[in-house]
C-alpha cells in the first residue's frame, strides 16, 4: 500500500531568505502547519525543530556552490592532510590496496572534468571512504555540515529460525500508519530485496572491517548526517513490508533534511585537552543525536530540564543520570538473578573527570553482584574518559594505551614546534621528538610510543565496583569504545559479549583541518608566527579529519595495533526480534548467565583516626583469604582472612600519610583494591 499523499513543504528558508540549517525554532515553529502529519503529532519537546525541516529537494535549491579555486584548495589541502601526517597510510595502502594520494593528484589534474559541487563531493568521499577509516573523513561544506536527511524510523538486523532479518525497530515521535509498525519486517528497498540495499549500502562507508561497514550501512539506510555523506541520490523510497497479517505491503517516505546544532566542539580550532585527545567517530556519534531528536525526545527533554536546574542531582531520580545522552542505568532482571546494567552512549564529553564521577554515581545505585556495561554502537569522543573509566573496574592497575605518530618532514616540525608549546599549554609532544629526530637516520617509519592519558589519572581513584562486570560490543563501537574496549581485555576486566564478531577498530586519535592550520600558523616553540604553513582556511565550512597518532595495546597483546584489527569477543550473541522490541531482553539474558558464572567479590572499609596518631581500619570482605595494607604506597601489614571470617580489625600508624590502600587477594591472585585518601580525615 502506499501512504496518503502529504501536502508538498514550503520552503522556510526561501521565505525567509536564511539557509534553511540556521533557521531558529520560532520560524520552525511557524513552519508547523506545513509540515508532515508526524512532525505535527511529535513529541513537543522536538516538536518546533523537526518542524524546520524540508524535502530534499527544496533543500538542494539553498546549497550554494563552490567555485573552481574553492574546490582546488580543497584537493591541495587534502593530499597535504593524508601524505604527511595520516598514521595509517602504510597499513591502508597495504590492507586494502588504495593510494588515496595518488587518487587525490589525479582528480587535481582533472579537476575541471568535475563540473558540479555533487559529483566533486561523490569524489572527495570517495577518495576518504576508500582508507575505511572512520576518523579521516572529509567533511562537507555548509548547508550540509548543519543538517541530517531522515526517514521516520529506524532498521535493525535480528536472527530468527536461524536466518537474518531486517526489522523496523522504531518509528519516530508521532509517526502513525495502519500496518507499517515497529516490529515489521522488511523485505525490499527501491524494489531491491533488503539485503542487497544493506550491502550497497555497507560499501559507501569506511568501517575497518565488513561487519562494521554493514553496521554503518544499515544505520544509514534511514538516517544520513549530510556532513559526512552526500544527499541520498533519491528523493523518497518504496520499502516493501511483511505487515503483521502476513500481507506483503508497500510504503512511500520522503526524505526529510533537519538542522541539527553541530556539537560546539566540532571544528574547533581551540587548542585543548578536549581536542587533542579525540577519538571519535563522528558519524556515529552524530547518529545518535538524530536517533535521540528522533525515537526518543525524552532524553531531548531530560537534558533542557536537567540543564535548567540550579543542582542537576536534584532534578533526577533513581538511576536517572545527570547527563541523560551519556547514560542510562537501571537493574535487570534475569533467570540468574537480578544485575546492574548501564550503557554508555558515547564518551564525547568535555571533562574526563565528570564522566567518570557521574558512572561511579550510577554504578552505586545498582546491585553489587555482577554489572554489564553496553557499549553498543558507541563512536567514542574523548579519550582520556575511556582511560580513566577503566580503573573502577579492577584492582588492576592501568597501563594506558600508547600513541605513535608517523615520520614526515611535517609531523617533524610539527613536534619541534610544540615539544612543549609554547602558545598552548594544551599540548606537549616533547616525547614523540627525540624518536623523530632519529628516524632521519633509522628510517624508521613510526615514532616511538608514549600515553597521552597519564598513567597518575588512569589510577588516581581505585576500584569501585566489585562485582563481576560483562562488556557488550558491536561492530559501530569505535575510536575511544574500541580503546576502552581493548582496554577491558587487556586488563582482564571481564568478559566481552558481542552481537558482532568483532568491533569497529579505530586505533587512532583524530585531528581536524582548523586545529593543526592553528598550530602550524601560531607561535609554538618558535618566536613568530611560522612562515610558510601547509595549511590554509578551507571555504565555506568544509572541513578534514586525520587519524595522526595510532594506538597501540598493552598486556598480553603489547605492540598491537588496534587500527583495522579492532577487539574481538569471548563470545557472539545474534540479536533476535524479542531483542529489538523488548530492550535487550534476551541479550541481556545471556549477559546475565555469563555473570552468574563468575566470583563475587566485596570490599569496604570504615576508616577511624584515634588518639595517638593511630588509624583504626575494620574491613568487610568476600570471597578473600588476604588483605595487604598500604600508607602512601608503603606496605605496612598483610592480615589473613579465615574461611568463615568476614570482618579484619587492624590499628595503624598514621604518622604524616595521606592515603591508606587495601588489597585483597584469592589463592595469590589480587581480586579488588580499594584506595581511600586520607587529607580530609579528621579525629
Not at 247 to 259: A, H, K, M, V
Not at 266 to 284: C, L, N, P
Not at 465 to 483: E, H, N, Q
Not at 564 to 589: C, F, K, S, Y
Request: hydrophobic residues 40%; contains cysteine; neutral net charge.
Amino acid at each position: 500500500m502506499t501512504a496518503a499523499p502529504k501536502r508538498p513543504v514550503k520552503s522556510a528558508a526561501k521565505r525567509s531568505g536564511k539557509p534553511k540549517a540556521e533557521l531558529s525554532v520560532s520560524a520552525a515553529s511557524s513552519a508547523l502547519a506545513a509540515s508532515p502529519a508526524f512532525v505535527r503529532q511529535a513529541d513537543p519537546a522536538v516538536r518546533e525543530i523537526l518542524a524546520a525541516s524540508s524535502a530534499l529537494n527544496q533543500f538542494l535549491g539553498t546549497a550554494a556552490s563552490l567555485t573552481a579555486d574553492e574546490r582546488a584548495l580543497i584537493v591541495e589541502q587534502a593530499i597535504v592532510l593524508l601524505e604527511s601526517f595520516y598514521v595509517h597510510l602504510p597499513l591502508k595502502r597495504a590492507m586494502h590496496a588504495v593510494d588515496p594520494v595518488q587518487r587525490l593528484r589525479l582528480l587535481r589534474k582533472h579537476l575541471s572534468a568535475f563540473d558540479s559541487d555533487a559529483r566533486f563531493h561523490a569524489e572527495m568521499t570517495a577518495i576518504f571512504t576508500s582508507v575505511r577509516d572512520l576518523h579521516t573523513n572529509y567533511l562537507l561544506p555548509a548547508p550540509f555540515c548543519h543538517v541530517f536527511a531522515s526517514l521516520p524510523f529506524r532498521v535493525e538486523v535480528c536472527t530468527e529460525n536461524g536466518k537474518q532479518i531486517y526489522v523496523v525497530a522504531g518509528t519516530a515521535t508521532g509517526f502513525q500508519h495502519p500496518t507499517f509498525k515497529t516490529g515489521v519486517e522488511l523485505r525490499y528497498w527501491n524494489g531491491m530485496p533488503i539485503q542487497r540495499a544493506v550491502e550497497l549500502a555497507a560499501g559507501r562507508h569506511a568501517g575497518s572491517n565488513m561487519e562494521a561497514r554493514r553496521a554503518r550501512g544499515l544505520a544509514g539506510l534511514t538516517q544520513r548526517p549530510l556532513i559526512i555523506a552526500p544527499p541520498p541520490d533519491e528523493e523518497w523510497v518504496i520499502i516493501g513490508f511483511k505487515a503483521f497479517d502476513g500481507s506483503d505491503q508497500e510504503i512511500r517516505l520522503d526524505w526529510l533534511i533537519t538542522g541539527l546544532p553541530r556539537d560546539p566542539r566540532a571544528a574547533s580550532t581551540d587548542v585543548t585537552s578536549v581536542a587533542i585527545a579525540a577519538g571519535v567517530d563522528i558519524e556515529t556519534n552524530l547518529i545518535q543525536r538524530v536517533r535521540q531528536l528522533l525515537f526518543a525526545p525524552q532524553t531531548h527533554a531530560a537534558r533542557a530540564r536537567i540543564a535548567a536546574a540550579d543542582d542537576p542531582l536534584k532534578a533526577v531520580a533513581d538511576t536517572e543520570s545527570i547527563m541523560p545522552e551519556v547514560f542510562s542505568a537501571r537493574p535487570v532482571s534475569t533467570t540468574d538473578g537480578t544485575f546492574g546494567y548501564i550503557r554508555i552512549w558515547t564518551f564525547d564529553v568535555p571533562d574526563a573527570g565528570e564522566f567518570v564521577s557521574e558512572f561511579i554515581r550510577l554504578i552505586s545505585l545498582l546491585p553489587q553482584n555482577g554489572l554489564i556495561v553496553d557499549v553498543r554502537d558507541n563512536g567514542g569522543g574523548l579519550i582520556y574518559a575511556g582511560e580513566q573509566l577503566l580503573q573502577v573496574l579492577t584492582p588492576r592497575t592501568i597501563e594506558p594505551e600508547r600513541l605513535q605518530f608517523i615520520n614526515t618532514p611535517l609531523t617533524l616540525r610539527l613536534a619541534e614546534l610544540n615539544a612543549p608549546s609554547a602558545a598552548f599549554r594544551e599540548i606537549d609532544l616533547s616525547p614523540w621528538l627525540p624518536s623523530m629526530l632519529r628516524a632521519v637516520e633509522t628510517g624508521s617509519t613510526f615514532s616511538a610510543s608514549f600515553p597521552i592519558t597519564t598513567p597518575e589519572a588512569c589510577n588516581a581513584i581505585g576500584q569501585q565496583y566489585y562485582g563481576p562486570v560483562v562488556l557488550i560490543t558491536s561492530a559501530r563501537c569505535y575510536s575511544t569504545t574500541d580503546i576502552f574496549s581493548a582496554g577491558f581485555q587487556d586488563h582482564c576486566i571481564g568478559l566481552i559479549l558481542g552481537v558482532d564478531g568483532n568491533t569497529g577498530a579505530g586505533g587512532a586519535n583524530v585531528w581536524e583541518h582548523p586545529l593543526l592550520n592553528r598550530l602550524f600558523s601560531t607561535a609554538g616553540n618558535a618566536p613568530a608566527p611560522v612562515p610558510e604553513s601547509p595549511f590554509k582556511p578551507l571555504p565555506k565550512g568544509s572541513n578534514m579529519r586525520v587519524a595522526i597518532r595510532r594506538t597501540l595495546r598493552v598486556g598480553g597483546q603489547a605492540g598491537t595495533e588496534l587500527e583495522d584489527l579492532g577487539v574481538i569477543p569471548n563470545e557472539l550473541h545474534a540479536m533476535t526480534r524479542n531483542d529489538i522490541l523488548n530492550r535487550n531482553a534476551d541479550l541481556i539474558e545471556h549477559a546475565g548467565k555469563l555473570l552468574a558464572g563468575l566470583p563475587v567479590y566485596q570490599m569496604a572499609a570504615e576508616i577511624r583516626p584515634k588518639d595517638g596518631g593511630l588509624l583504626s581500619i575494620q574491613v568487610d570482605v568476600q570471597n578473600m583469604d588476604r588483605v595487604d595494607f598500604y600508607l602512601d604506597g608503603r606496605p605496612q601489614r598483610s592480615e589473613a582472612v579465615a574461611p568463615e571470617q568476614h570482618q579484619i580489625a587492624v590499628e595503624l600508624p598514621r604518622q604524616s600519610s595521606t592515603s591508606l590502600s587495601l588489597q585483597g587477594y584469592k589463592q595469590g591472585t589480587l581480586v579488588a583494591c580499594r584506595h581511600t585518601p586520607l587529607e580530609q580525615l579528621t579525629a
